[in-house]
Each structure stands twice: as structure tokens, then as C-alpha cells.
T-cell receptor, first 113, second 115 residues
Framework: GESVGLHLPTLSVQEGDNSIINCAYS??????FIWYKQESGKGPQFIID?????DKRQGQRVTVLLNKTVKHLSLQIAATQPGDSAVYFC????????????FGKGTHLIIQP | GAGVSQSPSNKVTEKGKDVELRCDPI?????LYWYRQSLGQGLEFLIY????????KSGLPSDRFSAERTGESVSTLTIQRTQQEDSAVYLC?????????????FGPGTRLTVL
């Protein structure tokens, strides 16, 4: 089966700096990817998604990059703010079988003042 | 419009008791999903409903777990004879469709504690 992993469990950045959160996946058939933000005590909040026919997509202060060759996904947050502190999950559809998302374990983003 | 809502927000029960968790999806969303999240972990898929089709139960961890959905509306997740390892946050999500991949929107979750 596929696996979804994150390179670092915790990422600490200075307020105002850019943050980059990485995610690796193993199922080359995955064609839809989503980044979620989860604050303490809340459900995951949709941030941005990307389909496999794209390699970059931009939102408000966020950019998702997809490298299908090395099966790598990243989330870039520009000018990180205190409100960006949360756990960030990458998720992908596993294709065939269950239609639920497969989630990584998450990266905890900590903003230093 | 309103997001996904879940109730109760917290549930404490004794081992061996049955519990029911409720999810109200976003109006118009045909697909509904249940996940479980253990402390500090990612989300584990449990079950998926799409319209009037038979649900995909492939993620349910045991036959103590079951779920129902009324049409394209409310869903209840039932855990019978709860065990301590059932303690987790149970999250519900809905999306516009499950047949073409679409973003899922999550509720706040129900934190279940089995003593």
C-alpha cells in the first residue's frame, strides 16, 4: 500500500520568515493532493489542493509544489504569522478501494516571535 | 453557509458501554466520511457514504463499529462495547462528491474517552 510521510515532525520558524513543509508519498497512482491545517482542539481545515496535472498552485500566502518524479509535495507559507501555528497534514487519495484520504502524521509548525 | 457539525463535542464513557456519535454534513454534500485520530497521530479512515450507494466500510477496525446515514443528511457512528483503545477524536467530513475527487471539509470532532 501507499504511505504518506513528512520529513520533520516539528518545524520552528521566525515570525515573518517563509515556511516550507514537506511530504513524501509512495503511490505513483495518486492524482489528488490536499494540505490541511489543524489547530489544537479543532478539525482539519482545508488549505489548498493540487491535482497531478499541475506542478504548482498558489493561494493566499500559500503555494503547493508537486514533484511527481520524486513523489514529493511541499507547502510554502509566505511571511509566517503567529496564527499559522498548527499541525499541517498532507493527504492524498489512495485510488481504488476506499475513497477516504490517506493522511501523513503531520508537521507541527511553531512560530518564534 | 454552515460547516460540518458534530455532537457531542466530548464523550466520556465506561468500558463496555455503547456510544453514538452524530455528524451533520454541509448541506448539498453527497459524500460523508468518518475518520479516527489518536493523540498525536494522523487520521485513520473508517467509513464512507456516497449518495444512496452502499457504504464503504473497509476502514472499520472491528464489527463493534457501525455507521448509518439518513439519505444525504445526518450520519451516526456507533461503537458497541467500547474498549479503552477506542479512545480518540472521531472526525466527520463531507464533500460535494465522492466519485470525482474533491476536497473534504471536516467538523470539529468528538473526543471520546473510554475509562
Amino acid at each position: 500500500g501507499e504511505s504518506v510521510g513528512l520529513h520533520l515532525p516539528t518545524l520552528s520558524v521566525q515570525e515573518g520568515d517563509n515556511s516550507i513543509i514537506n511530504c513524501a508519498y509512495s503511490n505513483s497512482a495518486s492524482d489528488y493532493f490536499i494540505w490541511y491545517k489543524q489547530e489544537s482542539g479543532k478539525g482539519p481545515q482545508f488549505i489548498i489542493d493540487i491535482r497531478s496535472n499541475m506542478d504548482k498552485r498558489q493561494g493566499q500566502r500559500v503555494t503547493v509544489l508537486l514533484n511527481k518524479t520524486v513523489k514529493h509535495l511541499s507547502l510554502q507559507i509566505a511571511a509566517t504569522q503567529p496564527g499559522d501555528s498548527a499541525v499541517y497534514f498532507c493527504a492524498l487519495y489512495s485510488g481504488g478501494g476506499a475513497d477516504g484520504l490517506t493522511f501523513g502524521k503531520g508537521t507541527h509548525l511553531i512560530i518564534q516571535p | 453557509g454552515a460547516g460540518v457539525s458534530q455532537s457531542p463535542s466530548n464523550k466520556v464513557t465506561e468500558k463496555g458501554k455503547d456510544v453514538e456519535l452524530r455528524c451533520d454534513p454541509i448541506s448539498g454534500h453527497t459524500a460523508l466520511y468518518w475518520y479516527r485520530q489518536s493523540l498525536g497521530q494522523g487520521l485513520e479512515f473508517l467509513i464512507y457514504f456516497q449518495g444512496n450507494s452502499a457504504p464503504d466500510k473497509s476502514g472499520l477496525p472491528s464489527d463493534r463499529f457501525s455507521a448509518e446515514r439518513t439519505g444525504e443528511s445526518v450520519s451516526t457512528l456507533t461503537i458497541q462495547r467500547t474498549q479503552q483503545e477506542d479512545s480518540a477524536v472521531y472526525l466527520c467530513a463531507s464533500s460535494l462528491t465522492g466519485t470525482t475527487k474533491a476536497a473534504q471539509y471536516f467538523g470539529p470532532g468528538t473526543r471520546l474517552t473510554v475509562l
